[in-house]
């Protein structure tokens, strides 16, 4: 692109000083186009930066969010295990500050009743096997037995499957990990009750679907630690429950930053431009009416 210059050919102004006149040029209607549209960006691009910045902050929020949450879950899986026999003992328990609490689960674990739901884990593709446990008041809470493969949910509905007559089934000491129930399902996967798709662990929908009164709708446990010296392909397997997540945001946190500097570096730019361009023009308009007055003087 040219560099703007002011003497280009353009518009008119005249100045009548007594009974003479000049005519001095002024910035063409391209120039001013360019002037304006150099503003525009300027304005444009302060706004993006301010958009980055808001980013960043967003992503240093997040860093101590995670922070925080490793922490708190670290320090839940070391604290002393907690026995969980009866609906009045998960009562004891708050959403936020206790999930992923060691608790000792006992009950009659119903599994006629399971239910498989999607996951994906270190083994690879396949499902948690939710098992429902009725505990000593007569309430049900899901216990997550661990991963499981589409042969094992196929041949476990089976009434004669092993797995029903093991000692997996019915009265049960599991201990485990609190969980907060999860709602919605999965992303852009919702679940369907009636197909009995699953797609994410569901306290409520899961009880509904199976017709069990008094489930506890805040919490279900997933099995853990995982069980040692057990045989290759027994299944579930429990312990694959995620307990390290990577911790990304304070690289965002900078990636946002930079691109906001880089942003406002820009509008400075443009709008110097647009700035000197428009000192330079006046200046030269307001010599050139000087001289338009002198000369008007000397002809008067």
């Known amino acids: ?5 002011c003497h280009d050919v353009g518009a008119t102004h005249t100045s009548v000083v007594g009974k003479s006149a000049f005519v001095s040029r002024l910035p063409s209607s391209e120039q001013a186009q360019e002037r304006a549209g150099q503003v525009w960006l300027s304005l444009l691009l302060l706004f993006f930066s301010g958009v980055f910045l808001a980013l960043g902050a967003w992503q240093l929020q997040r860093l101590q969010w995670k922070v925080e949450l490793i ?31 060691q608790v000792l689960v006992r009950g009659r674990a119903d599994c006629t009743k399971a239910l498989p739901v999607w996951a994906s884990t270190a083994l690879g593709t396949g499902y948690w096997w939710m ?7 007569g309430s049900w809470l899901w216990l997550n037995r661990g991963y499981v493969g589409p042969g094992f949910v196929k041949s476990a509905q089976s009434s004669d499957h092993a797995y029903r007559k093991s000692a997996a089934c019915g009265q049960v000491s599991a201990s485990g990990l609190l969980r907060s ?48 010296n057990t045989s290759p392909g027994h299944e579930p397997v429990p312990g694959l429950t995620p307990l390290n997540w990577p911790n990304r945001h304070l690289g965002y946190a900078i990636t946002w930053s930079f691109l906001s500097l880089m942003a406002l570096t820009g509008a400075v730019f443009s709008s110097a431009r647009a700035r000197h361009f428009v000192v330079k023009c006046t200046k030269r308009l307001k010599m050139r009416i000087a001289g338009g007055k002198q000369r008007g003087g000397v002809g008067h």
């Not at 604290?79 to 009562?91: I, K």
């Open 131 to 137: 098992v429902p446990v009725e505990l000593s008041d």
């Open 1 to 5: 692109m040219a560099p703007m210059r």
């Open 181 to 228: 129930t999860q709602t919605g399902g999965g992303f852009l996967r919702g679940n369907n009750l009636n197909q009995g798709r699953w797609y994410s662990r569901d306290a409520l929908a899961m009880a509904q679907a199976q017709s069990l009164p008094k489930v506890n709708a805040l919490w279900f446990v997933d099995e853990w630690p995982a069980v040692e």
């Open 71 to 101: 922490s708190q879950v670290h320090s839940n899986t070391k604290a002393e295990r907690v026995q969980v026999g009866s609906a009045q003992d998960l009562e004891l328990f708050s959403t936020e500050a206790d999930a992923y609490r």
